[in-house]
């Protein structure tokens, strides 16, 4: 199976601020990766498709990157709505696996 | 609106049998395969399998291959997810989701049902 690795596990950051978290593959997947956010209580909602690709109604301050293996979700303007965790997923292959996950706080 | 609406919460004792449901609305059901996501405090988010509801065609985790059983009524646009003994380790909330996909490999999970939640004591 394909590891995904999400760093930080953790952080916390103030409205207003640009956060930054980052996924790796244990072995290459092209762009075929995937954000969710999941607030608590909530489903996952898909945020980003194929690495850098804004979902449909999803605001424009989220945005994904791909440099190599490294793969970026970037939140240009922190808001207070942004709090829970995020998750990256990859569809390169089966079975399709999750990162563990980033978990945003709001200080 | 494109919804997937779960059955509720389970409450089950070991070596029962168990059928959740997820029912699809406001899109062609037969045209996206459903996929089933686990997830639990120790394990996180795992993906279990998805289903065609055209022919009910399934790929399984190998995780989860052999444990559960995938299936679809496509006349009540409803996609099934069932264990015929359930185990302690079984639970944790289960949801199902639309996948979609650009070309094979360019796939994505949206939207996802609300959740139902497994208690296997």
């Known amino acids: 199976d394909i590891q995904m690795t999400q760093s930080p596990s953790s952080l916390s950051a103030s409205v207003g601020d640009r956060v930054i978290m980052t996924c790796r593959a244990s072995q290459s997947i092209g762009s075929y990766l995937n954000w969710y956010q999941q607030r608590p209580g909530k489903a996952p909602n898909l945020l980003i498709f194929a690495a850098s690709s804004l979902q449909h109604g999803i605001p424009s301050r989220f945005s994904g990157t791909r440099s190599g293996p490294d793969f970026t979700l970037t939140i240009s303007s922190l808001q207070p709505e942004d709090f829970g965790s995020y998750y990256c997923?990859?569809?390169?292959?089966?079975?399709?696996?999750f990162g563990q996950g980033t978990k945003l706080d709001i200080k | 609106e494109v919804q997937l609406v779960q059955s509720g919460a389970e409450v089950k004792e070991p070596g029962e049998s168990l059928k959740i449901s997820c029912m699809g609305s406001?899109?062609?059901?037969?045209?996206?395969?459903i996929g089933w996501v686990r997830q639990t405090p120790g394990k996180g988010l795992e993906w279990m399998g998805i289903i065609h509801p055209s022919n009910s065609t399934a790929i399984y985790s190998p995780s989860f291959q052999g444990q559960v059983t995938l299936s679809v009524d496509k006349s009540i646009k409803t996609a099934y997810l069932q264990w015929s003994s359930l185990k302690a380790s079984d639970s944790g909330m289960y949801y199902c989701?639309?996948?979609?996909?650009?070309?094979?490999?360019?796939?994505?999970?949206?939207?996802w049902g609300q959740g139902a939640l497994v208690s296997v004591s």
């Open positions: 406001g899109y062609s059901f037969t045209k996206y395969w």
């Open positions: 997923q990859q569809s390169f292959d089966f079975p399709y696996t």
């Open positions: 989701a639309r996948r979609w996909a650009a070309n094979d490999q360019e796939t994505w999970f949206e939207p």
